[in-house]
Structures are given as C-alpha cells and as structure tokens.
C-alpha cells in the first residue's frame, strides 16, 4: 500500500468546521452531509473541509486530540512505557500532515504540535522496529501488536514481509541437505 | 471569461488576486498578456468567438474600445484602469463598466457638460427642414422671431461645442494614473470577505509599484498606505493572540518606516547606497566628491567599510540593530531628509523577509530581461509567478537581475552626467542613448527606460547650475529594435515639488507626429511611450521644440 492511498482513507475521519455560507442538507453516497449555516459548527469529512478551506469558505476548529497539553501527555506516556500506548487518533499522523499544511492558521501553536506529534511518531516507529527486530532475531512464529495504527503498520509492511520471505527461504533451504546451502545466494 | 491584462506590476498584481478569487469560485478563464494597441486588438480577434465576458486590467480606458475593436452586442467588458478614461466610454454604459473609486480626484467633467441630449439635435433639424419645405409662397410670412431663435440656438450650440472641445482637451491633454488596479481588487475581495493575507500584499506591491515608478503624487501614497494600514491591521489581530501564537509559516505583513535604499537586505549596504536613486543623487556619486562625501557618511555613522561593503545578513547584529536610527541620523546632517519611507515588509518562515519594494524590483526585472529566447508571454508568466510565495527561487532569480539592472542604470545616469550628454532643447530636455552603449539593450523596454528616465533627470537637476534647466522636462530616446531602426521614445514632466504628476506628452507626441508624418507608432498604452524610426527622429523632434515652445 501506498502512503497516498492510507491518507486518502484518513480524509475520510470528520472534523468540526465553522462554514461562512448556508446550503441545505447534502445527500451523498457516503453519508448525509447536514445543513451548513453560517457561524454553526459542523460536521464533515476532512476530504470537505480542505476543499472548503481552500476556496476560503469555511474556518477548520482543531480535533479535541490536536492540544499542546494532551499530546506532551501521551508523548510522556509512550516513552515510559514498553509497549505500544493508544494512539491519539487512529490517522493522527495524517491528520496532522493535511491541517498543518492547509490550515494552520486556523490551529493554535502549530509548530509546538508539529514537534510533538513528531516525537511520538518517532518513539512509536523506535518501538516497531525494536520489536520487528527482536521477532526475526528470535525466529518467533507469531506475534500481536496492540494499538498500531495504519500508517505505522504500511511503513514496516514491506520490509518485515520481504524480510521474513528471505527468513523463510533461508531455512527451508537448510533443511535438503548442507550441500544445497552453497548455491543459494542471498 | 477572458482576462486581458497589460504587462505592468500593478497589473500583474491584480491579476493575481482575481485569479484567486476565481480559483475560490471555480470559475474558467483564459489570461492573456498585452502590451499594446496592436496585442490587443490581435488578442480580442482571436477570443471573440469564444467569449462574452471580457476583463481588462490596465489598459483599454482610455481611448474609445468600441470604435477600435468592434465587438458584437453582446459582449461585455468590464475595464480597470489606472490611466484616465475616455469620456465617449461614459455614453455606452451597456456594454462596457468601468471600475473605478467613487472619491477619485479625476477632474472629470460633469456629464451635460459632454454630451447633449440627443432630441434637442433632433428638434433643431427638425424644424430647419420644415423651414427649407416650406413653399416659396409661405416665405413672404417668414417670421423674424423663428430666424432669431434658431440664430440664438445655433450660437448657443456653438458655444457648447467650444466649451465641451476646450474642457476634452484640457481633459485629454494629460495622461496620470488613479488608483492601483490592484487595490481595487482587493477592495472587491473584501466586499466579498474573501480576502487573505496573500491579497493583501499583492495590493500592496501594486500601490508600491505606482511609487517606486513615480507614477502617482506622495500625498496619494500616503492615503493609499494609510488604507492598506487599516487592512493589515484587521488581518493581524485576527490571528494574533498571546496564547495562541501563529506558525511561523505564516505569511505576516508588517508596516515598516524603512529606509529608501532599495534592496538593501539581499545586498550589501554599500552597494546598495551607490546604486539607490535618492542616496546617489544627494551624494552625487558620480564625481569624486560625491563619493568623498560618502566615505564621510559612512565614518559618520562609525560603520566600517569591511562591514558595509558585506552582504547585509552577515553584519554584525550590533550594526543592524540600531541601523535605520543612525542612518536617519547622519543623512539629516547631509540634507537627505526623506531618507526613511511608510511601506509593507512581510515575513515568512524562517529565512524570508522581503520589502515591497524589493518585490517590485524583482517582479519588473523579470518581466522585462533581455536574455536570450524568452518571449514576452514567458516573461510575463515568469514575473507572475514570482509573485506567489512558493516560487522563492524566482524571486531570488528576480531579484539578481534587478541589481544588474538598477547597477546598468547607476553607471549609464553617471556616464550620461559626466559627458554632458543631456542637451537642452528649449522647452525639454533630451537625452539620446547611443547603440555603443553598455547595456543598452536593458533600456529597449519600457519601464526600464522610464526608471532610467527618472532617475537621469533626478540626478541632472541636482548637479546642474542652470535655474531654469531644472524645471524642464525630459525626453529620452534609446535604440528599440537596431534591425528595424527603430528607437523607442520616453517623456516624463519635469521634477518639481509639488508635481501632480501629469505628463502632457502623449498629446503632444501625436500631434508632432501627424505634423511632420513620422513614421511613429503608438502602441503602449501610456501614450507618453513610443517608436519612431530612427531617420525621423530630428524632424520630429523639431516639431515638438516649436509644438512645445
């Protein structure tokens, strides 16, 4: 999978916005979108909301997550703990990509979250690869990560798979006989 | 919808903000850059058939746009033009809407004052042609009163007439510039609320554009500023908050009372005091006093030379911090005493603060480079893309080319001074640009000239002796186009104090030019701007001294 392709599936998580136009309700494939009043918080998806904010139609309210306060917490948290904490927000890393970006003008202390979000992601990305590290070194047959959201998941997908595919052939080639061990060559 | 804009800063600058506001509407529409008479007739043959709605943006006022182009009914234009309109304009308000500011000083002429009512013409006509049918038997009943009254009519038509031909050709006779095409769009984003910080500084560099070019009175700049001020202002306490600080991405505008050397924070201090129009005219830096009076500057203000002649981000932070008071300082003690000026700076990220000013130069060096293979429309969509803020790399690129140019201009001004190339013809100046020349080719442009132009006669009545030379003046010729022969014309009034900035020489570029049937041609939409072939440049020269004089 793509990174694109997960943070078109994050555009799909609402967001409050504030419209500066009125329209009646939308009926769309996905979902009804209600009436937007001018002033009154709304809910849309984010794929709206950026579209919206470019055309200088609406102002973008954070998500309750996106604070300096709470995010310093679940930093702290997830650096004291071994094991994967839960995540903000199941595409926080996404979300916070597309609202800096388009609206940060509309997001208090945009830089100090920026930081933030990054070190979480970073310390989380520590853990998987500690994890994905000790599991091939420990030849383990399964294992189960707790609180992994996608995008996390895609950036380790293709290395562990290819690299458990090259475990797989490595071992099975041990077994026939040491002989054939010299002509594999990886 | 076909916009048609004319190829200067101010233009540009509008441009873009109604192309942003079209993006926010989604609306289509096809730019077209022009940059005369001829480009635009081409243009509007071209797009006729596709378009009904017509938007030109600094140009087409002022001459009367249904005679020379002929469009169908119904098309519609809408005009912003700086230059003045054409009054005619004013009697085919189906068709054509003009933008303009409501409180503009234009001296516009009342509406009855121009143009009469057509029924009265109607009556007159009528009633001489039942007059002239009547049969000879009803002549003997030929009432004195009825003669006397249509002699009274037709005196007082005639009186009309010569008073409507005196106030057009008062009206018509000087050309200036209103308010900034592009302050008026962003007048009109604000109506709609859909204005932002991107806007509000292109309107800026518009209104910026009309003062670095000289284009509009000192006093106008402050009220357009103090506008602008209002504006900015509203935009900063939106988002400012003690708690809630901004990113620093975002694009802050702030009102500065900066220092009149152009470009000096992407140059060196020193070159840049050698190569601003106001320090080195003051100084006079083209004789060796001048530049011994520098150096004096300089010591005065305890800067030293190693650090002034350095890039300015890498002086010292000691220098710079108390810069602009020390500098105001030491120029009132050497007469410069309008050395600090009200402008816009905005500031973004962490590296990028620029001037207004320092993005008109830039904009208009890339819009006018001479380097080889770049056609206009190139230039054009270059100079526009320079204005958006992620194209810093143009800008940049922008900015180089300007200090080439404005280093051109420094040295042709001080070349020009020293060999008295500047003669006075009477009632003008003129000033001939040889092909030799270096960097000759920089002043076949239009606005580079103009600049030259300013700049020359600024320097030429500060080291000149003679009272009277300094109230002329200045015409300038510069080679165009060298395989044609062409050379291209400039005009601009003289300088004086109180200037309103009104240039007569449009008018009286024609008139020479019919008189001695020159081959000229008049292509830019400021009139004072023209081509005249290379052979009839004396006599048609003469015939302005003796239109002039």
Known sequence: MDPSEVEFLAEKETVKIIPNFSLDKIYLIGGDLGPFNPGLPVEVPVWLALNLKQRQKCRIVPPEWMDVEKLEEMRDLERREDTFTPAPCPYYMELTKLLLNYASDNIPKADEIRTLVKDIWDTRIAKLRLSADSFISQMEAHAKLDNLTLMEINTIRSFLLDSLNCMFKLRSNLQPGSSKAQFTDY | VALLVASDIDALCACKILQALFHCDQVQYTLVPVKGWQDLGTAFLEHKEQFKYFVLINCGANVDLLEMLQPDDDAVFFICDTHGFFLQLLSSHLQIKLLIKQDDDLGVPSYDDIFRDEEEEGDDSGNESDEGTEPSGKRRRYDEGAVERRIERQRAKREWEARRREILFDYEQYEYHGTSAAMMFFELAWVLTKDTKDMLWWAVIGLTDQSVHDKITHMKYITDIATMQRHVSRHNHRNEDEENSLSIDCMRISFEYDLRLTL?????????????????????????????????????????????????????????????????????????????????????????????????????????????????????????????????????????????????????????????????????????????????????????????????????????RNKRCKLLPLIMAAPKDVEKGTVIIVGIPPESETSDKKNFFGRAFEKAAESTSSRTLHDHFDSSIIELKMEDRSKFLDALITLLS
């Open chain 2, 264 to 464: 000096y924070q992407h140059w060196s201090l020193y070159e840049s005091i050698c190569n601003s129009c106001y320090t080195s005219c003051n100084f006079k830096l083209w004789t060796l006093n001048g530049q011994k009076k520098l150096q004096e500057f300089l010591a005065d203000m305890g800067l030293p030379l190693k650090q002034v002649k350095q890039k300015f981000n890498s002086m010292d932070m000691s220098i710079k911090e108390n810069l602009r008071d020390v500098i105001e300082e030491s120029s009132n003690k050497y007469g410069m005493k309008d050395i600090r000026i009200q402008t816009f700076g905005v500031h973004f990220g962490f590296k990028n603060r620029f001037l207004a000013s320092d993005m008109v130069h830039s904009t208009a060096a890339l819009l006018e480079s001479t380097e080889k293979d770049e056609s206009d429309g190139d230039n054009f969509i270059k100079a526009l893309d320079s204005l958006s803020r992620s194209n810093l790399d143009r800008l940049n690129s922008g900015i180089d080319l300007a200090k080439k140019k404005l280093m051109a201009i420094q040295q042709t001004v001080a070349s020009c001074i020293c060999t008295n190339l500047i003669l006075s013809q009477g009632p003008f100046l003129y000033c001939y640009l040889m092909e030799g020349t270096p960097d000759v080719k920089v002043f076949s442009k239009p606005v580079a000239l103009t600049l030259l132009c300013k700049y020359l006669l600024k320097a030429f009545v500060h080291s000149t």
